[in-house]
């Protein structure tokens, strides 16, 4: 089962059956682990199909979560799927409009019902239940669904998997069709440079962007050998190589343009780019040198597809007063992470990683980047 899975979220379906003589494994494979439910619970024929079932479903909407996993969102182990799809919509501040679509998907998924699904909406806390209407500062949908993946070196295998439910002439979203999302930015302008046959830049979160046109570069880099007669895996050739470094160096590009637009004039000073991140994250005072906020800021772990998405969000023309400040201040550091391992532990989990090699020698990026 190729199907890529929020852990957290598959764990829920198995913890289900936790009993005196089954107890969850998460180290195996959903198939390896359902074959041992199987024989933990001696099923019939029939009982197996209807439990066969019953995970399908789960691995559906435990991918609908994974492919949500970014900016700062991870499923919540141990939640229920209606609940934990109102605390998706919350952290990611969609509105209305966006709640909609993602209800349509979900309960597509699920099979549930609305009914069932609103109750959920009622039981959460008030302060974080989605609003009704469309909060001061919510991300754009093409902003949201555009931000990213990232941070320590992940094998290209990892990179390269996808889901093997995705048929090769599957619809997609046009940049000239009328309701497609905005394309504007390096990493957009990267992706419709690879628009071909199979592929067609659809404005996901780059991570995914990127594993489908890999595996499209593959499928066709093995259609021009059908004998096989290379012996070396595709992510070890030079074009991919190639892919994948001019992969990083449009997301560093639109890191340092968002960076630098973020800057901006303060009090008739232009703080430079290491200078807005030591002064957003409360590190010390500006201005500052270089080499000093070089030091700062590597006590801070942060991913940088997540650090991008709230670039991506962020709004410096509503920016007035210190609560303003402060609110922006409360949401940086959420992406903080308590340590280096628990940093590593996420990034490669949820697959957003950024090689070190890849970032420019004097970049800023460079700077937010931690050995993993």
């Known amino acids: 089962m190729a199907t890529q899975v929020s852990t957290a979220a598959i764990a829920t379906f198995f913890k289900g059956y936790n009993s005196a003589h089954y107890t969850y494994d998460p180290t195996l494979a959903v198939d390896d682990e359902f074959s041992r439910l199987e024989q933990e619970q001696q099923w ?4 197996v199909q209807e439990h066969r079932k019953l995970l399908d479903r789960a691995v559906h909407l435990a991918n609908f979560f ?13 939640a229920a799927y209606d609940d934990e799809f109102w605390r998706l919509c919350q952290k990611k501040r969609w509105d209305e409009d966006r709640i909609g679509r993602a209800e349509a998907e979900f309960l597509k998924i699920s099979g549930g019902s ?16 989605p609003e009704e209407t469309v909060p001061e500062e919510t991300v754009p949908e093409e902003e949201a669904e555009t931000a990213p993946a990232e941070e320590a070196e992940v094998t290209s295998e990892q990179e390269l998997e996808t889901s093997s439910e995705q048929e090769e002439d599957a619809e997609t979203v046009r ?18 440079l690879h628009n071909c046959l199979n592929y067609t830049y659809s404005n996901q979160a780059p991570r995914i962007e990127f594993q489908e046109l890999a595996e499209v570069k593959e499928r066709a880099w093995k259609a021009r050998d059908p004998r096989g007669t290379r012996h070396k895996d595709f992510w070890k050739t030079e074009e991919f190589r190639t892919l994948k470094r001019d992969y990083h160096e449009a997301v560093e590009e639109r890191f340092d343009g968002l960076l630098d637009m973020r800057a901006g004039d303060v009090e008739g000073y232009r703080m430079e780019t290491w200078e807005f991140i030591v002064e957003l994250f409360r590190l010390g005072d500006v201005p500052i040198s270089k080499s000093k906020a070089s030091k700062l800021i590597k006590r801070i772990y942060v991913n940088i597809y997540d650090f991008l998405e709230f ?11 210190c609560a303003a400040e402060d609110e922006k201040y409360e949401r940086a550091s959420v992406l903080c992470h308590p340590s280096r ?15 070190l090699k890849a970032a420019k020698v004097d970049g800023t990026l460079r700077l937010l980047l931690q050995h993993l």
């Open 175 to 192: 940049p000239e069709d009328p309701e497609a999302p905005e394309v504007q930015g390096a990493i957009a302008r990267f992706f419709t």
């Open 114 to 129: 609305m009914e069932s699904l609103m109750a959920a909406r009622n039981r959460m806390p008030e302060e974080t239940a």
């Open 311 to 321: 670039l991506e969000a962020y709004d410096s023309s509503t920016v007035e007063g």
């Open 44 to 47: 019939e024929p029939e009982e």
């Open 341 to 355: 391992a628990d940093l590593a532990q996420y990034s490669l989990e949820n697959n957003k990683v950024y090689s």
């Open 66 to 78: 994974w492919k949500h996993e970014w900016g700062g969102y991870a499923f919540q182990e141990g």
